[in-house]
T-cell receptor, first 112, second 112 residues
Framework: QKEVEQDPGPLSVPEGAIVSLNCTYS??????FMWYRQYSRKGPELLMY????GNKEDGRFTAQVDKSSKYISLFIRDSQPSDSATYLC????????????FGSGTRLQVQP | DSGVTQTPKHLITATGQRVTLRCSPR?????VYWYQQSLDQGLQFLIQ???????AKGNILERFSAQQFPDLHSELNLSSLELGDSALYFC???????????FGPGTRLTVL
């Protein structure tokens, strides 16, 4: 079993929809949680960063972390065709090394 | 633009050969991480350097090695290449005071 599980999709939604993306993890030592967006054959781009449990909002994006359930979410409001990409969750432990463990990514398609 | 640069963008080589991938971190970042992204394994951490010293190792094969130079750029050396080494190789850099990693555009390696 992988340390971080993520539904690969694809997830197809109409423009303007609210998108919910999720990851579950098994290692309770993870403390830092991130969401990256990756367009085809490009480098991952950092979207959201959260430390420990709680919510964080940035524009149309909201990240939630529930450490008790080992579950993290990313919500995208008013989705746009330009949001079509692969979304990767990533997490790391509270050590100096901070190497990231990634989910497999969810491919999102926003239909105009 | 993340500020992290990687060269070359594409590399095509034959089995048994050796290649070197280069990464320049964001200005001032001391940590460099290397990741491999393949279709079947997703994004996986290979190795981390901090200010010229190796800090952490992930799923890095013995045929692979890396180093970080005094000017903080890093090189990933892949030798005795196999077909299965074909993948996207990313480097990421992190500032010491933050927990977030910024990724470069990647090098696409094709082993024929």
């Amino acid at each position: 079993q992988k340390e971080v599980e993520q539904d690969p999709g694809p997830l197809s939604v109409p423009e303007g929809a609210i998108v919910s993306l999720n990851c579950t993890y098994s290692n309770s030592a993870f403390q830092y949680f991130m969401w990256y967006r990756q367009y085809s054959r490009k480098g991952p781009e950092l979207l959201m960063y959260t430390y420990s449990s709680g919510n964080k909002e940035d524009g149309r994006f909201t990240a939630q972390v529930d450490k008790s359930s080992k579950y993290i979410s990313l919500f995208i409001r008013d989705s746009q065709p330009s949001d079509s990409a692969t979304y990767l969750c990533a997490m790391s432990m509270d050590t100096g090394r901070r190497a990231l463990t990634f989910g497999s990514g969810t491919r999102l398609q926003v239909q105009p | 633009d993340s500020g992290v640069t990687q060269t070359p963008k594409h590399l095509i080589t034959a089995t048994g050969q050796r290649v070197t991938l280069r990464c320049s971190p964001r200005s001032g970042d001391l940590s460099v991480y290397w990741y491999q992204q393949s279709l079947d394994q997703g994004l996986q951490f290979l190795i981390q350097y901090y200010n010229g010293e190796e800090r952490a190792k992930g799923n890095i094969l013995e045929r692979f090695s890396a180093q970080q130079f005094p000017d903080l750029h890093s090189e990933l050396n892949l030798s005795s290449l196999e077909l299965g080494d074909s993948a996207l190789y990313f480097c990421a850099s992190r500032a010491g005071s933050t927990d977030t990693q910024y990724f470069g555009p990647g090098t696409r390696l094709t082993v024929l």
